[in-house]
């Protein structure tokens, strides 16, 4: 079968924050309940200056590492995990997201947020994974990040803080954040 | 072109209309000199100058895709009132404009509909003008619309809208800069490889060769894949304009088996 050719995409621009954001976006579960973790942190651009206006989507399995298929995203009832969830960032350039930490999905694997940033002055949308930091050996045997430079790797990893992980973001520079492209793109 | 440095501050208004329009030209000559063909914008275009300090300067990692990334959220008619597919009927009154249909089919890049999946689309009012804070320049707000609609697509990968037809508007990119009218469109698949946010344009609309945005893709042909079609078999009588504009999403990654046992 031939491959049709994608429509091209073009950047969400400024306007998108009385569209896309809605209530409850980030909260894929309660902030607050005795599992929830909030995984946060900044976006930056190429001079280290926050970005206010960027738009970040997360999508993760459960905390058994299984994909969610139940709708509700858009109208939460408090009690469906539907594994994905939406934000803005603030004029400080900070998200937050109240969630679940991600299972593995097989013995082994390192399980990871995969993390979709949108923004004015991104052209197209990018993709990237946040790994979780604490099984050294599942992120030593990881496909993508053993694929990696190694001082790239960190890019990809989160941080383990009080509540959860931070996870800053950089657009462009030194320590760069590492964005993916897929087969078929 | 200009030998001046180009400003970073997006909203600096700087650059005249000819220097911007010269910085599009260099590119496209080159890009038609490389004849390698480019499908998708450039995440590096400096005419357009927010993209200056926030795109990648490393190129994207190839990554294979695996669990989560095979496969998208699942949205549902909890989610989504067939209601918001009509942009016109959420306020009081009707909303000043041209009113117009807009449909359109979801396919992936095997060609196969993408079904029973979430369109978000969000806009300006006939006056070029979005209820947006950040929006201040001095068009009327309608009071009549907001701009912003959601529908999921059927079983054949349909979408349709009923709305206004948006208006050109002014913005800092460069002195006197205008984008061409459109409708931001927001897009699932069904692996989330394919999430894709773009922009619908009319057709024959005059402010396309000055554009930054619409021309960070270099190839007219994939140009013209953002521009919707005139259909009069949408127009209806005494009611609305017709437009068409049909999507095609990157490659899935899943088998057709493995699509099958999604459904319910």
């Given at each position: 079968?031939?491959?049709l050719?994608?429509t091209p995409?073009?950047t969400?621009?400024?306007?998108?924050?009385?569209?896309?954001?809605?209530?409850g976006?980030?909260e894929?579960?309660?902030?607050?309940r005795a599992?929830?973790i909030?995984?946060?942190?900044?976006?930056?651009?190429?001079?280290?200056?926050?970005?206010?206006?960027?738009?970040?989507?997360?999508?993760?399995?459960?905390?058994d590492?299984?994909?969610?298929?139940q709708?509700?995203?858009?109208?939460?009832?408090?009690?469906?995990?539907?594994?994905?969830?939406?934000t803005?960032?603030?004029d400080?350039?900070?998200?937050?997201?109240?969630?679940l930490?991600?299972?593995?999905?097989?013995p082994?694997?390192a399980?990871?947020?995969l993390?979709?940033?949108?923004g004015?002055?991104?052209?197209n949308?990018?993709?990237t994974?946040a790994?979780?930091?604490?099984?050294?050996?599942a992120?030593?045997?990881?496909?993508?990040?053993?694929?990696?430079?190694a001082?790239?790797?960190?890019?990809?990893?989160?941080?383990?803080?009080?509540?959860?992980?931070?996870?800053?973001?950089?657009?462009?520079?030194?320590?760069?954040?590492?964005?993916?492209t897929?087969?078929?793109? | 072109?200009?030998?001046?440095?180009?400003?970073?501050?997006?909203?600096?208004?700087?650059?005249?209309?000819e220097?911007?329009?010269?910085?599009?030209?260099?590119?496209?000559?080159?890009y038609?000199?490389?004849?390698?063909?480019?499908?998708?914008?450039r995440?590096?275009?400096?005419?357009?100058?927010?993209?200056?300090?926030?795109?990648?300067?490393?190129s994207?990692?190839?990554?294979?895709?695996?669990?989560?990334?095979?496969w998208?959220?699942c949205?549902?008619?909890?989610?989504?009132?067939?209601?918001?597919?009509?942009?016109?009927?959420?306020?009081?009154?009707?909303?000043?404009?041209?009113?117009?249909?807009?449909?359109?089919?979801?396919?992936?890049?095997?060609?196969?509909?993408?079904?029973?999946?979430?369109?978000?689309?969000?806009?300006?009012?006939?006056?070029?003008?979005?209820?947006h804070?950040?929006?201040q320049?001095?068009?009327?707000?309608?009071p009549?619309f907001?701009g912003?609609?959601?529908?999921?697509?059927d079983?054949d990968?349909?979408?349709?809208?009923?709305?206004?037809?948006?208006?050109?508007?002014?913005w800092?990119?460069?002195?006197?800069?205008?984008?061409?009218?459109h409708?931001?469109?927001?897009?699932?698949?069904?692996?989330f490889?394919?999430?894709?946010?773009?922009?619908?344009?009319?057709?024959?609309d005059p402010?396309?060769?000055?554009?930054?945005?619409?021309?960070?893709?270099?190839?007219?042909?994939?140009?013209?894949?953002?521009v919707?079609q005139?259909d009069?078999?949408?127009?209806?009588?005494?009611?609305?304009?017709?437009y068409?504009w049909d999507?095609v999403?990157?490659?899935s990654?899943?088998?057709p088996?493995?699509t099958?046992?999604?459904?319910d």
């Amino acid at each position: 079968m031939a491959d049709l050719i994608a429509t091209p995409g073009q950047t969400i621009g400024p306007f998108y924050g009385y569209a896309l954001p809605y209530e409850g976006d980030n909260e894929l579960v309660p902030p607050g309940r005795a599992d929830a973790i909030r995984l946060h942190g900044q976006v930056l651009d190429g001079a280290g200056a926050p970005v206010p206006d960027a738009l970040l989507e997360l999508w993760q399995v459960d905390a058994d590492g299984n994909v969610v298929q139940q709708p509700g995203s858009l109208k939460r009832d408090g009690w469906t995990f539907t594994g994905w969830g939406r934000t803005s960032t603030d004029d400080a350039g900070h998200y937050t997201f109240s969630t679940l930490r991600p299972g593995a999905t097989a013995p082994g694997k390192a399980p990871f947020f995969l993390v979709t940033v949108f923004g004015r002055g991104v052209l197209n949308r990018l993709f990237t994974r946040a790994y979780l930091p604490e099984d050294a050996d599942a992120l030593a045997a990881d496909p993508l990040l053993t694929s990696l430079p190694a001082e790239r790797r960190d890019s990809c990893i989160a941080a383990a803080d009080a509540h959860g992980y931070r996870f800053d973001i950089r657009l462009q520079g030194e320590a760069e954040t590492v964005f993916l492209t897929y087969p078929r793109h | 072109m200009t030998t001046q440095p180009i400003s970073t501050d997006p909203d600096s208004a700087s650059a005249s209309q000819e220097q911007v329009d010269g910085e599009i030209a260099a590119i496209a000559e080159d890009y038609r000199a490389s004849g390698v063909e480019e499908t998708q914008p450039r995440l590096d275009y400096p005419p357009y100058r927010s993209s200056l300090l926030r795109h990648p300067t490393k190129s994207l990692h190839h990554a294979d895709p695996e669990t989560i990334e095979l496969w998208a959220p699942c949205f549902g008619h909890r989610d989504v009132h067939p209601l918001e597919a009509d942009l016109t009927i959420q306020h009081g009154g009707e909303p000043l404009g041209e009113r117009m249909k807009l449909v359109g089919r979801i396919v992936d890049g095997d060609g196969r509909p993408v079904r029973n999946q979430l369109v978000e689309i969000w806009q300006a009012n006939a006056g070029g003008r979005y209820v947006h804070k950040r929006d201040q320049h001095p068009a009327p707000i309608d009071p009549n619309f907001t701009g912003v609609g959601r529908c999921l697509t059927d079983d054949d990968g349909n979408y349709a809208f009923t709305t206004i037809k948006p208006g050109p508007y002014p913005w800092k990119n460069h002195r006197n800069a205008w984008r061409p009218a459109h409708i931001h469109f927001s897009l699932f698949g069904t692996d989330f490889t394919q999430r894709m946010i773009t922009q619908m344009y009319f057709p024959g609309d005059p402010l396309f060769a000055l554009d930054p945005i619409f021309q960070s893709i270099t190839d007219p042909k994939a140009r013209e894949r953002l521009v919707a079609q005139y259909d009069h078999s949408v127009t209806t009588h005494e009611w609305a304009t017709g437009y068409r504009w049909d999507i095609v999403l990157t490659g899935s990654h899943r088998t057709p088996l493995e699509t099958e046992t999604d459904e319910d």
